[in-house]
């Protein structure tokens, strides 16, 4: 018996993703929130958010962003916004999955009420871990776009040697950067200093950037904040890759002058085939017990 697969609203990456997902024959797909796409998707069924039976619905696809605290979607392909209710929830196949990039108290309070499984892709190490990549090489190429010097010989700091954070210390180590990373984690200090890093708790970060060209930032928390911000050099540019609202006192630094970016979704901006099929791969495989 096939499997049926709901995907509600989504960005570029879930183009990629719902394609991936057609080459399963055991699979049909319904699509709400796509309407304004040019590009028709052949063996899917387009559909309004009213004609879904979620009764019958294997898998529910969300976007990355999930929902707001009322339960609303609110597609990029489309004007219309969606509404999932607690309601509609209690609809579903007891057997259904929920898959979100984030989830919010609303999505886990609801899927817990309707005792459905919720996903939280962002979440899972794979998918993190093959997302550093694409956030990785959007990152330099930013960093390309908004310094005038080379990668080669920068004095670079890197906040968090996270999942994203080891990527591209990684990265710019390979491209001749001299590499600082910042963090509180003990072991990720000694992983930066074991491949040849310099590696300081984040309390030392003010006395370690007067020579800072470029510092990047993967911790969603305050830590770029005005003691630090106060002894990097005029003509350092901030990239802060964490989630939204990133980890810098962007105030403070425009008004000392210095350039601060908060650089959302790269994998979606940079590389939208590559971060969908790595959705769909781990979607795919989770829905076969695989993962």
Not at 200 to 206: E, G, I, S, V
Request: glycine fraction near 8%; charge should be negative; hydrophobic fraction near 40%.
């Amino acid at each position: 018996m096939k499997q049926k697969t709901a995907v509600i609203g989504g960005d570029a990456r879930y183009i990629e993703l719902i394609r991936q997902i057609q080459k399963n024959p055991d699979t049909t797909i319904d699509l709400v929130g796509f309407g304004s796409l040019e590009q028709g998707f052949i063996g899917c069924n387009q559909v309004e958010f009213e004609e879904l039976k979620p009764e019958e619905i294997d898998a529910v696809i969300l976007p990355i962003t999930g929902t707001d605290e009322k339960g609303n979607v609110e597609p990029v392909f489309s004007s219309e916004t969606i509404q999932l209710s607690k309601e509609w929830f209690a609809r579903l196949n007891k057997s259904a999955v929920v898959f979100t990039g984030i989830a919010n108290k609303y999505l886990k309070e609801t899927a817990e009420e309707a005792n459905i499984e919720l996903i939280s892709l962002l979440n899972r190490d794979d998918i993190a871990i093959y997302n550093s990549i694409p956030t990785a090489e959007g990152a330099i190429m930013m960093a390309i776009e908004h310094t005038d010097h080379t990668i080669h010989s920068s004095h670079i700091t890197v906040t968090g040697f996270g999942r994203v954070g080891h990527t591209l210390a990684n990265k710019l180590h390979a491209l001749g950067a001299q590499v600082t990373v910042g963090s509180n984690n003990l072991r990720e200090l000694a992983r930066a200093k074991e491949i040849g890093m310099e590696a300081y708790p984040l309390d030392q970060l003010p006395d370690k950037v007067e020579h800072c060209d470029l510092m990047m930032n993967t911790i969603p928390a305050p830590v770029i904040d005005r003691t630090v911000i106060e002894k990097l050099p005029s003509q350092c540019v901030i990239l802060d890759l964490a989630s939204k609202p990133g980890g810098t006192d962007f105030e403070f630094a425009k008004r000392r002058g210095i350039r601060a970016i908060l650089a959302k979704s790269l994998p979606n901006v940079v590389a939208p085939k590559t971060a969908g099929k790595i959705l769909a791969d781990v979607i795919q495989k989770i829905m076969k017990g695989e993962s």
